[in-house]
């Protein structure tokens, strides 16, 4: 099982997922760190995430946009709050607008991400999810998933009108 | 490890936890909800934290939107948001699910590691 803990919370509105992979740790690492394979698992199989900018040092910004079945756009975007190759790494998550453009006063979550080597060999990865509120689960949700993409496509839309939240 | 800066206090858990936070800020929720209403006074003599305490854990409760505080005369009474705490749960099940979908990705990834090679 490559999933061994899984921890909600939520009131924190928190998710952590832990997980082990018969790979080196620094194998682990380039699924965050090499935007190609990013753009492999984040998106759901209906659409694609395309990353178009991705610089993972401290401050930098990581942009992105899933593609789906009739053309249509989602953009989203990370900025590097830490990062420690190949063992820590903490992103703000938040929406993009149609431009692809990020919206940096709509930060939606915190992901935090450690990886580990524990003795039994492999590697552990505990990824961590703090989102703001639940429009920002419900954004994740939304363009995370492939019914979320189909039936959500209108709700981003609302979403990037709202105005900024305090 | 040393380096293991964000790593919580729950991480060596292994079992599957589906319940909200064990803290007391939870607890306070959860006599909220079963109450109806509380005052902060009676939170706080009901627990062994001070007044201070309760209120900061109300407060950080209020902002989630989890509870809603009202003032009745002299008394601030408590009230738990049970919808959005269902709504809240509802949600974290669904991007549960959604990061099981993300690890398989990642494990198949892993699994080909000459399909594509990194920059």
Excluded: N
């Excluded at chain 1, 429009?135 to 363009?143: K, N, P, Y």
């Excluded at chain 2, 209403?37 to 939170?43: G, K, N, Q, R, Y």
């Excluded at chain 2, 705490?85 to 000459?114: F, K, N, Q, Y």
């Amino acid at each position: 099982m490559t999933v061994i803990s899984v921890v909600k919370d939520a009131e924190a509105r928190t998710l952590t997922i832990t997980a082990r992979f018969d790979a080196p740790i620094a194998r682990v690492w380039q699924i965050w760190s090499d935007p190609r394979q990013l753009e492999r698992w984040w998106g759901p199989p209906s659409h694609p995430a395309t990353v178009t900018e991705h610089d993972l040092a401290p401050g930098g910004t990581i942009r992105y946009h899933m593609t789906g079945p009739e053309g249509d756009r989602h953009g989203g975007w990370f900025r590097v709050r830490a990062v420690d190759p190949p063992h820590t790494l903490e992103l703000d998550a938040g929406v993009a607008d149609a431009g692809g453009h990020q919206r940096p006063d709509t930060p939606t979550a915190v992901i935090r991400v450690a990886l580990s080597e524990p003795a039994g060999g492999g590697t552990q990865m505990e990824i961590s999810t703090a989102w703001a509120d639940d429009e920002a689960m419900e954004w994740m949700l939304a363009t995370g998933t492939d019914a979320g993409m189909t039936a959500a496509a209108g709700q981003i839309d609302e979403l990037l009108g709202l105005p900024a939240r305090a | 490890m040393t380096s293991m800066k964000f790593t919580p206090a729950h991480a060596t858990s292994t079992a599957i936890c589906p319940g909200p936070g064990s803290g007391t800020g939870s607890s306070v929720t959860r006599v909220a909800l079963a109450s109806g209403a509380d005052s902060v006074s009676e939170l706080a003599r009901r627990y062994p934290i001070s007044f201070a305490a309760v209120h900061k854990h109300v407060a950080t409760l209020e902002r989630a939107g989890l509870v809603t505080k009202t003032r009745h005369g002299r008394e601030q009474r408590v009230r738990g948001d049970a919808a959005a705490l269902r709504s809240a749960h509802r949600l974290l099940d669904d991007l549960e699910a959604l990061w099981h979908g993300r690890i398989d990705r990642i494990e198949r990834i892993l699994a080909h590691p000459t399909e594509r090679a990194p920059q």
